[in-house]
């Protein structure tokens, strides 16, 4: 059934029996019912003056770098695709970009980093779009998006409006935001705004990879661009590149549990590593937990965990999203058999 009323019938703009499969980093291969490209504000307006909104089930994602499509969607997929980026306020100390929720986000990094723009150099080489990056609200070597987040756009399909949200709205969280809760599914985000610094950057260094990598090239006051190349150069060592091997980055978050859980392992484990969090919390790296239970580098037939990473699963080649599922069911009872700590998966599963 579809809409017209003067208006173009929303399955004039969409393909259908799409493969997926070049359009997620797992390399997975989904067929989705209907598919299109959203590359303008405009066309979502379009689509819910066709009544697609109202009459179709749908989901939307970005480069779909932290997707795992399960098996074929009976549903419409829509891939944001808005460009751009520029510069909307700027001072002595501080710039504000806002950008389109298809920019590439390493891309992104890249941009600032030209232009002596601090606050996001830590994120380099993180996959994805930039509208993706609030939902999961990205982060690594002690930065996350929150940092620098100002505000977003997004389209409210059952307002038929475009809102924005600022920061405290978006509910941020350690890889979570407003829009893995009350808000899952139901909007879609246009355009993100960060506000970085242009001097007195606050650089951050402190992981032991990144200090490392820096003392060994004799680098004892580093500035950005020396952050951003540490973390691309560290982030390559550790991890697959999608283009060669399919893979999701990483499949769990760090879990975090509480001091006397800690405790308890710390006796067992005293070479555990930790990182001590407000209240009385410690963040576990999930990849120490699986490797410990002897799964980094194991393979089960398409699917294995990556030989210099073991948080990462990857696709040999052929895996379908239940094989992948499988695997991960396998590390996550592992983990939970020896160390008592339920794994949960930070990538965005979809059936």
């Not at 259908?16 to 979502?44: H, M, R």
């Not at 979570?176 to 007195?200: A, P, Q």
Request: glycine share 10%; with cysteine; proline share 3%.
């Amino acid at each position: 059934m579809t809409k017209s009323d003067g208006n173009r019938s929303y399955t004039q703009m969409f393909n259908k029996g799409v493969d997926l499969s070049d359009f997620n980093t797992l390399g997975i291969s989904a067929n989705a019912l209907l598919y299109t490209e959203i590359k303008g504000k405009e066309q979502l307006s379009e689509l819910a003056a066709s009544g697609f909104f109202e009459l179709e089930s749908w989901f939307v994602f970005g480069g779909g770098s932290n997707v795992l499509f399960k098996s074929n969607l009976d549903r419409a997929v829509i891939r944001m695709a808005i460009s751009g980026i520029r510069v909307t306020e700027e001072s002595d100390k501080e710039v504000r970009v806002q950008m389109g929720a298809g920019e590439d986000w390493h891309g992104i990094v890249e941009w600032a980093v030209n232009r002596n723009y601090g606050g996001i150099e830590n994120l380099a080489l993180i996959p994805g779009t930039a509208g993706a990056a609030p939902i999961q609200n990205i982060g690594a070597y002690g930065a996350e998006l929150a940092d620098v987040f100002e505000e977003l756009e997004l389209y409210n399909p059952e307002l038929k409006k475009f809102q924005i949200l600022n920061k405290e709205e978006c509910r941020f969280g350690y890889r979570d935001s407003i829009f893995k809760h009350e808000l899952k599914g139901k909007t879609i985000i246009t355009g993100i705004t960060l506000r970085l610094t242009k001097s007195g950057h606050a650089v951050n260094s402190s992981y032991a990879s990144l200090e490392n990598y820096l003392e060994e090239r004799g680098v004892d006051k580093p500035q950005i661009k020396d952050v951003f190349e540490a973390v691309v150069d560290v982030r390559k060592s550790k991890l697959p590149d999608p283009e060669l091997i399919g893979n999701a980055g990483s499949f769990f978050k760090n879990p975090v549990i509480g001091q006397q859980t800690y405790q308890t392992l710390k006796k067992r484990y005293s070479e555990m590593p930790s990182f001590r969090m407000e209240n009385n919390l410690y963040k576990i790296p999930a990849g120490w937990l699986i490797e410990k239970t002897g799964w980094k580098g194991k393979r089960i037939g398409n699917v294995g965990c990556y030989k210099n990473q073991a948080l990462v699963i990857v696709n040999h080649g052929g895996a379908t999203g239940e094989e992948i599922m499988k695997f991960a069911a396998g590390v996550q009872k592992s983990v939970s058999d020896k160390f008592g700590i339920d794994l949960v998966p930070e990538v965005n599963i979809i059936d």
